[in-house]
């Protein structure tokens, strides 16, 4: 058969291919007849064979047939065979494969092996991609390599080393003796590759660091050599002496100086000496540079060298070099959280960079420029920041208008500063803010009371300019659904105050409603806007209008709360006041909380009707008693639940408002009496069936302390059946300022006495209490 | 560490391809599409860091490139490695191939990808820097290819090179 075509043929004919399918085609004819070559076992073409496989292989076609020829050519002993068979074995193999531990024997011969050139393939092989079986079994004799004179191969051996170390960590402690004297040696290629065995082997093990901290002198006398000793031609790259030694004896000093004060003593000078005197007109002079700052900032200096390694920090990052500000920033944003007041002097300079165009330096900017904000100059970097924020790419507006939030929320002089810096957000960068924002917003609006009309002024204004961007549009349709009375009688103190009426705000809350760009959720925002100012405004009959319109919408979501807010219209008018009133200030909870709030605020007035705790509004007893007919009539199922939740709260207090109110003449009674809680039960009687009582706990705390955690549950005898609804929270209150109130609802058929076990469970002052106590003072109107 | 070294041309056509961490064949050729990709549509006047991308370790991993007129050379590494150092490294390892090949060009590097990995593996050993001295590498590697030059002389091999 032919020669098999050589490697540069080969390739010439493979760039020869003007298609994909073309080049596919070549490299697949060229595959067979290789593989045939394999097959016959050739020696003489093997080489040639296998570099071709290896270009292929580069180019993305499947090489793995060529495997075992690797091995082939490795234990051959012509030293070009071994070449390639090592660069394919480098480049095809690795640990996954079995077949790599064949290799094991003929590295090990190699190893041994009189060229010098013939050890360091083995060695060069072994170092890249030999597995822990390989490592294990050679590691001797890499060790014997590591302790010749030989400096070509006593430099590969020590890499070999980091390699054999990495893989199996346990062999670390058989390469000690051999690096007694690797520092002393002179060749510098022997010197940077021990320096790097040293860095691997004490960032593995504290023992060896410790061991190797008594070399911190000999280390600094090496690198005194370099700085003094002038221009040598073979080390010099741009005027400076062996750069990448210096940088990697640097990076060990930092290592070995890192919370030791001794060894950080004894490198002071050192350091101060290459910070000083090291060219920054090059690459080579700022990489050294860098690295010793790095390194300054990293070992217990003296504060005089951190000033100095930041100065040498905000030198760099007024170098036009891009590489060099980049590598500044990120430098900075590590050491801004230590020294924070150094870094603060080159505030200035950090804000100019956000105006860099290069998308790498502006984000490190931006992030250090948040780390930077504190409640000085907030107002200034506020202003840059927003600057930035509407002139940046949209990947970035997401991360900076969250970041401009957190710091506004940290630091803001004052309510109406926040409150403007987050219009402004909403406004230039709406579409980008996270979908938290808008909860946290609403909340933090509900609670600056005094803001309201300003607020929802300004919103009002920004609703009119521009309804495309979401988050903006709920904020805004929320607040003026529920300020929007202070908005039509134009109290604005804060700024002048606009003449709007109420048709024109309902104007624009129904375009919300019609318009094409706004999301299925802000629709539903606006639409329990419009319901919330019904209780506000005047013009309910256009509301009436719109609500019942959407009764037939076809988004189910819409729909239902059309249908829920028409009844509110027709059959509960009489609660529409009570459920649309302003919201109370909402705690900061965790982050979930104000949305749950938001969205059972949304709920509320629609699920009022199939809520689970209708008995906390207490309303003249009949009409209580159709709420429950409803229920009782619905086969709703109340759900039995232990978690208090806010708008129950509400309806509590309105409870505690009327509580004294004696409903159905069926006297209270005290339940339980002792360690300062008291439990009242106050009774009612559902009429249209007899034999359900409805029995109201009130639980008050006399002590000076709240009483947390608190659970009520009550047990009957088995003719009774029990329910129990959601309390109204479960913190009691100290010296009486309030109480928790639940309903249990006791059916009674066989009208017998009612009798009742109650456990308390709840945690004063730290400690946890339980009680438990039967209740047999029921007075009988209340089940016979 | 650095973890992998690419040559490429301005069309995304891989000259070398040297990976010092195990990754699948294919995974090998994503992630060249993929440093391509991001290297190409930076600007001429932009630093030469960049984030690694997805498949070569996301955030950890730094791609440090320079463009030289055809080919770009990038250094994928991780941060145990000095950036700024390493672009001294990328200049001083096409100096190299300069003085080897002779003012070298995209066609040295195509034809002769079996020397440059040579001349590679004298530089960098496991992903680690073995040597920078820019001499004592083009000795190193001028003895081992007289030492080949010599066994095709007395073994009377029947090719000349490959």
Same mark, same amino acid.
């Not at chain 1, 011969?109 to 294990?136: F, I, K, P, W």
């Not at chain 1, 990697?248 to 950080?264: E, T």
């Not at chain 1, 401009?404 to 810096?421: G, M, N, Q």
């Not at chain 1, 604005?492 to 409603?513: A, H, K, M, N, R």
């Given at each position: 058969m032919p020669a098999p075509i050589r490697l540069r043929e080969l390739i010439r004919t493979i760039r020869t291919a003007r298609t994909q399918a073309e080049e596919r085609e070549m490299i697949q004819k060229e595959c067979a007849a290789i593989r045939s070559s394999f097959r016959e076992e050739d020696n003489t073409y093997r080489c040639r064979n296998v570099a071709k496989l290896l270009y292929m292989h580069m180019l993305g076609y499947p090489a793995h047939f060529g495997q075992l020829e690797c091995l082939k050519l490795i234990a051959s002993q012509k030293f070009t065979d071994k070449r390639i068979g090592y660069l394919?074995?480098?480049?095809?193999?690795?640990?996954?494969?079995?077949?790599? =531990?064949?290799?094991?024997?003929? $590295?090990?011969?190699?190893?041994?092996?009189?060229?010098?050139?013939?050890?360091?393939?083995?060695?060069?092989?072994?170092?890249?991609?030999?597995?822990?079986?390989?490592?294990?079994?050679?590691?001797?004799?890499?060790?014997?390599?590591?302790?010749?004179?030989?400096?070509?191969?006593?430099? %590969?051996?020590?890499?070999?080393?980091?390699?054999? !170390?990495?893989?199996?960590?346990?062999?670390?402690?058989?390469?000690?003796?051999?690096?007694?004297?690797?520092?002393?040696?002179?060749? #510098?290629?022997?010197? #940077?590759?021990?320096?790097?065995l040293l860095t691997e082997m004490c960032e593995r093990s504290p023992d060896m660091l410790t061991h190797f901290r008594k070399l911190v002198p000999q280390?600094?006398?090496?690198?005194?050599?370099? $700085?003094?000793?002038?221009?040598?031609?073979?080390?010099?790259?741009?005027?400076?002496?062996?750069?990448?030694? *210096?940088?990697? !004896?640097?990076?060990?000093?930092?290592?070995?100086?890192?919370? +030791?004060? +001794?060894?950080?003593?004894?490198?002071?000078?050192?350091?101060a000496q290459v910070a000083t005197n090291t060219e920054t007109s090059k690459n080579v002079g700022n990489a050294i540079l860098y690295e010793t700052v790095l390194t300054i900032m990293d070992i217990k200096s003296e504060s005089g060298l951190r000033v100095l390694a930041i100065n040498i920090l905000g030198r760099f990052l007024l170098n036009n070099d891009k590489n060099i500000r980049y590598v500044a920033l990120t430098s900075l944003l590590k050491t801004v959280q230590t020294d924070h007041n150094a870094v603060q002097r080159h505030r200035s300079t950090i804000v100019d960079c956000l105006k860099d165009l290069d998308v790498s330096i502006k984000r490190r900017a931006m992030e250090l420029s948040f780390a930077?904000?504190?409640?000085?100059?907030?107002?200034?970097?506020?202003?840059?920041?927003?600057?930035?924020?509407?002139?940046?790419?949209?990947?970035?507006?997401?991360?900076?208008?969250?970041?401009?939030?957190?710091?506004?929320?940290?630091?803001?002089?004052?309510?109406?500063?926040?409150?403007?810096?987050?219009?402004?957000?909403?406004?230039?960068?709406?579409?980008?803010?996270?979908?938290?924002?808008?909860?946290?917003?609403?909340?933090?609006?509900?609670?600056?009371?005094?803001?309201?009309a300003y607020t929802v002024q300004r919103?009002? %204004?920004?609703?009119?300019? +521009?309804?495309?961007?979401?988050?903006?549009? *709920?904020?805004?349709?929320?607040?003026?659904?529920?300020?929007?009375?202070?908005?039509?009688?134009?109290?604005?103190?804060?700024?002048?105050?606009?003449?709007?009426?109420?048709?024109?705000? =309902?104007?624009?809350?129904?375009?919300?409603?019609?318009?094409?760009?706004?999301?299925?959720?802000?629709?539903?925002?606006?639409?329990?806007? !419009?319901?919330?100012?019904?209780?506000?405004?005047?013009?309910?009959?256009?509301?009436?209008?719109?609500?019942? !319109?959407?009764?037939?919408?076809?988004?189910?979501?819409?729909?239902?709360?059309?249908?829920?807010?028409?009844?509110?219209?027709?059959?509960?008018?009489?609660?529409?006041p009570a459920l649309l009133e302003r919201m109370p200030i909402m705690e900061k909870t965790a982050t979930n909380g104000p949305t749950e709030i938001v969205q059972t605020n949304g709920e509320t007035e629609s699920s009022a009707l199939d809520s689970k705790h209708p008995p906390s509004i207490t309303q003249?007893?009949?009409?209580?008693? +159709?709420?429950?007919?409803?229920?009782?009539?619905?086969?709703?199922?109340?759900?039995?639940?232990?978690?208090?939740?806010?708008?129950?709260?509400?309806?509590?207090?309105?409870?505690?408002?009327?509580?004294?109110?004696?409903?159905?003449?069926?006297?209270?009674?005290?339940?339980?009496?002792?360690?300062?809680?008291?439990?009242?039960?106050?009774?009612?009687?559902?009429?249209?069936?007899?034999?359900?009582?409805?029995?109201?706990?009130?639980?008050?705390?006399?002590?000076?302390?709240?009483?947390?955690?608190?659970?009520?549950?009550?047990?009957?005898?088995k003719t009774f059946q029990l329910q129990l609804l959601s309390p109204s929270s479960n913190i009691v209150p100290a010296l009486n300022q309030g109480s928790v109130t639940q309903v249990i609802r006791v059916l009674n058929p066989q009208k017998q006495q009612l009798r009742m076990r109650i456990k308390l469970t709840y945690t004063l002052k730290g400690a946890p209490v339980q009680d438990l106590a039967e209740v047999n003072n029921f007075p009988p109107q209340s089940w016979q | 560490m650095i973890k992998a070294i690419l040559i490429f041309n301005n069309h995304g056509k891989p000259r070398l391809s040297k990976f010092y961490e195990h990754y699948t064949e294919d995974t090998e050729q994503q992630i060249i599409r993929e440093t391509f990709h991001l290297v190409s549509k930076r600007d001429e006047n932009v630093c030469n860091f960049?984030?690694?991308?997805?498949?070569?370790?996301?955030?950890?991993?730094?791609?440090?490139?320079?463009?030289?007129?055809?080919?770009?050379?990038?250094?994928?590494?991780?941060?145990?490695?000095?950036?700024?150092?390493?672009?001294?490294?990328?200049?001083?390892?096409?100096?190299?191939?300069?003085?080897?090949?002779?003012?070298?060009?995209?066609?040295?590097?195509?034809?002769?990808?079996?020397?440059?990995?040579?001349?590679?593996?004298?530089?960098?050993?496991?992903?680690m820097v073995l040597e920078t001295n820019m001499n004592e590498i083009i000795t190193q590697v001028d003895a081992q290819n007289k030492m080949e030059k010599s066994e095709t002389f007395i073994f009377q091999s029947p090719r000349q090179d490959r």
């Open positions: 394919g074995a480098m480049l095809l193999l690795d640990e996954r494969q079995d077949v790599h =531990l064949l290799m094991t024997n003929c $590295i090990k011969n190699d190893l041994n092996h009189s060229t010098q050139y013939v050890q360091g393939l083995a060695l060069c092989t072994l170092g890249c991609m030999g597995s822990s079986e390989m490592c294990r079994d050679l590691a001797g004799e890499v060790e014997k390599l590591l302790k010749t004179s030989n400096s070509y191969l006593r430099k %590969k051996a020590a890499l070999c080393a980091v390699h054999v !170390i990495r893989k199996v960590p346990e062999l670390m402690e058989m390469f000690l003796p051999a690096t007694k004297n690797l520092l002393s040696e002179k060749n #510098h290629g022997v010197l #940077h590759t021990s320096v790097v280390l600094v006398r090496i690198l005194k050599n370099l $700085i003094m000793s002038g221009y040598s031609p073979e080390h010099d790259v741009s005027g400076i002496s062996d750069p990448f030694l *210096q940088v990697r !004896i640097l990076r060990l000093l930092r290592i070995l100086g890192k919370s +030791d004060d +001794d060894s950080s003593e004894a490198m002071n000078d050192i350091l930077l904000v504190n409640g000085n100059n907030i107002r200034g970097m506020m202003k840059e920041l927003l600057y930035f924020l509407d002139s940046c790419d949209p990947d970035f507006k997401a991360d900076c208008a969250s970041g401009v939030f957190l710091a506004a929320e940290k630091y803001a002089p004052s309510k109406r500063w926040h409150i403007d810096t987050i219009m402004r957000v909403l406004t230039t960068a709406g579409s980008y803010v996270r979908d938290d924002s808008v909860p946290n917003l609403i909340q933090l609006i509900t609670n600056s009371v005094e803001m309201h919103l009002y %204004k920004a609703l009119l300019d +521009d309804i495309s961007q979401q988050p903006l549009v *709920q904020v805004a349709s929320w607040c003026i659904g529920e300020y929007g009375d202070l908005l039509v009688s134009g109290q604005c103190e804060e700024e002048e105050p606009i003449q709007v009426t109420e048709d024109e705000v =309902l104007d624009v809350l129904e375009g919300l409603l019609v318009s094409n760009l706004s999301a299925p959720v802000t629709r539903g925002y606006s639409l329990t806007a !419009i319901m919330k100012l019904s209780t506000r405004f005047s013009s309910v009959n256009r509301i009436k209008k719109v609500v019942s !319109i959407y009764g037939s919408s076809i988004d189910v979501e819409l729909q239902q709360r059309a249908v829920e807010y028409n009844a509110l219209f027709k059959k509960y008018d009489h609660m529409r003249p007893t009949n009409q209580a008693n +159709d709420l429950l007919d409803l229920l009782g009539g619905n086969d709703v199922p109340v759900i039995q639940t232990a978690l208090p939740t806010k708008p129950a709260s509400a309806g509590g207090e309105l409870l505690d408002l009327l509580g004294d109110l004696s409903l159905s003449g069926i006297p209270p009674m005290t339940a339980y009496n002792k360690n300062g809680l008291k439990i009242e039960f106050t009774f009612e009687r559902s009429n249209p069936n007899p034999n359900i009582s409805v029995i109201t706990i009130h639980a008050s705390n006399s002590t000076e302390a709240d009483m947390t955690d608190f659970v009520f549950q009550a047990a009957v005898p | 960049l984030e690694g991308g997805m498949l070569i370790g996301g955030s950890d991993n730094k791609l440090i490139y320079r463009h030289y007129a055809t080919l770009y050379f990038v250094f994928c590494v991780d941060s145990s490695e000095s950036e700024l150092g390493i672009l001294d490294l990328i200049q001083v390892f096409v100096e190299t191939l300069d003085k080897c090949f002779e003012n070298v060009c995209e066609l040295d590097l195509i034809f002769h990808v079996d020397k440059v990995h040579n001349i590679l593996a004298e530089m960098v050993m496991g992903g």
